[in-house]
């Protein structure tokens, strides 16, 4: 039983590796590349934040279908070779246009992977109580680390057309932990005559709604830095390791809390902790954009596992706490969209602003931060005054 459990975590913690390792390329230095190719920094924003809006709209129906016949498996297959077809042909384009057209056409194949595998990940703790959702997530982690650090060299080293080639190849990874992690069972809502299950558990609590809006906001703090980060480190004459450096001591940070409170997933609301990471997201965009030196720099992106990696593993707790066994992926779809949503008009903004403020970008984030902080305030309120129907979905 111990054996099978540990094996069911593995083949999952490739899963979340595999998949990371794309996002650890694309997620900084995709910017670069577009940079390379002369798009402007308003125009930078807009494409990063194609992607998000594509996710906007994409992921709550995909991630709908993992709910039903079509199921997780062929969900993320599709996905991944969506990503191997697509990217070489940016090696191919030189105008503008086209190149905005295919980030959009790119961007509906890795819509689904993340929260896809975050689904997968969470359905299996409630089926397996060993399992550990902070060994699972941080094996991610632990490859967007790794990666992340040998993409800064080979950019240095070999110019950004490089992270066009890491991310056609890395999804062949991905393909294959799939194939070997992801069962071709019946998803539950298929498995459970209708009469029965939709009508007594289809409906999400008003509590998981307002944590969900919460969890967006506080997550969309980090569109500036997404798009704006490494060109902004470059300004202030950081090299191409020194950055991937930066992102990976946040990453490093990340992991420590992944490892150290990703049980409370499946065990716990995540309310504190999702409290907790608004909190951080205010002081640490704030700071960042008063133009921090090397030491000050890596203690703020130190502060990436409060600001994401606890307001994340808060939103997973909340999600297997509050969703309905028979619409996890459709809660987890919605979670996908509002996050995309909020990320997508901060990072559109941020186009603007980074070309009228520079640094001061990052301020401009800390109120989403704020917001998320007071919304979660007021779970905090619901929970003590219901504190027996918070849990119905568990």
């Given at each position: 039983?111990?054996?099978?459990t540990?094996?069911?975590?593995l083949?999952?913690?490739?899963?979340?590796?595999?998949?990371?390792?794309?996002?650890a390329?694309?997620?900084?230095?995709?910017p670069?590349?577009?940079?390379?190719?002369?798009?402007?920094?308003?125009?930078?924003g807009?494409?990063?934040?194609?992607?998000?809006i594509?996710?906007?709209?994409?992921?709550?129906?995909l991630?709908?279908?993992a709910?039903?016949?079509?199921?997780?498996?062929?969900l993320?297959l599709?996905?991944?070779?969506?990503?191997?077809?697509?990217?070489p042909?940016?090696?191919?384009?030189?105008?503008?246009?086209?190149?905005i057209?295919?980030?959009?056409?790119?961007?509906f194949?890795?819509?689904?992977?993340?929260p896809?595998?975050?689904?997968?990940?969470?359905?299996?703790?409630?089926?397996?109580?060993g399992?550990?959702?902070?060994?699972?997530?941080g094996s991610?982690?632990?490859?967007f680390?790794?990666?992340?650090i040998?993409?800064?060299?080979?950019?240095?080293?070999?110019?950004?057309n490089?992270?066009?080639v890491?991310?056609t190849?890395i999804?062949?990874l991905?393909?294959?932990?799939?194939?070997?992690?992801?069962?071709?069972?019946?998803?539950?809502?298929?498995?459970?005559?209708?009469?029965?299950?939709?009508?007594v558990?289809?409906?999400?609590p008003k509590?998981?709604?307002?944590?969900?809006?919460?969890?967006?906001?506080?997550?969309g703090?980090?569109?500036?830095?997404?798009?704006?980060?490494?060109?902004?480190?470059?300004?202030?004459?950081?090299?191409?390791?020194?950055?991937?450096?930066?992102?990976?001591?946040g990453?490093?940070?990340?992991?420590?809390?992944?490892?150290?409170?990703?049980?409370?997933?499946?065990?716990s609301?995540?309310?504190?902790?999702i409290?907790?990471?608004?909190?951080?997201?205010?002081?640490?965009f704030?700071?960042?954009?008063?133009?921090?030196?090397?030491?000050?720099?890596l203690?703020?992106?130190m502060?990436?596992?409060?600001?994401f990696?606890?307001?994340?593993?808060?939103?997973?707790?909340?999600l297997?706490?509050?969703s309905?066994?028979?619409?996890?992926?459709?809660?987890?779809?919605?979670?996908g969209s509002?996050?995309a949503l909020?990320?997508?008009?901060s990072?559109?903004?941020?186009?603007v602003?980074?070309?009228e403020?520079?640094?001061?970008?990052?301020?401009?984030?800390?109120?989403?931060?704020?917001?998320?902080?007071?919304?979660?305030?007021v779970?905090?309120?619901?929970?003590?005054?219901q504190?027996?129907r918070?849990?119905?979905?568990?």
């Open positions: 039983m111990i054996s099978s540990r094996a069911i975590e083949r999952l913690c490739v899963l979340q590796a595999a998949s990371f390792m794309s996002h390329v694309y997620l900084p230095f995709f670069l590349w577009l940079q390379s190719k002369g798009l402007s920094p308003s125009l930078i807009l494409v990063v934040a194609i992607p998000i594509v996710r906007v709209i994409a992921t709550a129906p991630l709908d279908l709910d039903r016949s079509f199921g997780a498996k062929r993320l599709v996905s991944h070779l969506g990503q191997m077809l697509c990217f042909i940016f090696l191919l384009l030189d105008n503008q246009v086209a190149i057209a295919l980030v959009a056409l790119v961007a194949a890795q819509a689904a992977v993340i896809g595998n975050d689904l997968v990940s969470t359905n299996a703790i409630q089926r397996h109580a399992l550990n959702y902070g060994r699972i997530r991610g982690s632990i490859a680390f790794i990666t992340n040998a993409t800064g060299y080979l950019v240095g080293g070999f110019g950004p490089v992270v066009i890491m991310l190849f999804p062949l991905a393909v294959a932990a799939t194939l070997n992690a992801v069962s071709d069972e019946v998803p539950e809502q298929a498995a459970v005559p209708t009469d029965q299950a939709e009508p558990s289809s409906r999400l509590v998981l709604w307002v944590l969900m809006i919460a969890g967006a906001l506080t997550q703090t980090h569109g500036a830095l997404n798009a704006f980060a490494s060109i902004y480190w470059r300004s202030l004459g950081f090299t191409d390791a020194a950055i991937g450096y930066f992102w990976a001591v990453v490093m940070a990340e992991i420590v809390v992944f490892l150290f409170l990703g049980h409370t997933v499946g065990r609301s995540g309310v504190g902790l409290l907790i990471g608004s909190a951080a997201a205010v002081i640490r704030t700071v960042m954009s008063l133009s921090p030196g090397l030491e000050l720099t203690v703020l992106q502060m990436h596992c409060l600001s990696a606890a307001t994340h593993i808060g939103m997973m707790a909340a297997a706490a509050h309905p066994k028979s619409v996890r992926g459709r809660a987890q779809g919605i979670f509002l996050t909020a990320t997508a008009s990072t559109i903004a941020s186009g602003i980074y070309s403020a520079g640094g001061l970008v990052f301020a401009a984030m800390a109120p989403l931060g704020a917001m998320g902080f007071i919304l979660t305030l779970v905090i309120r619901m929970l003590r005054s504190p027996q918070a849990g119905s979905g568990g």
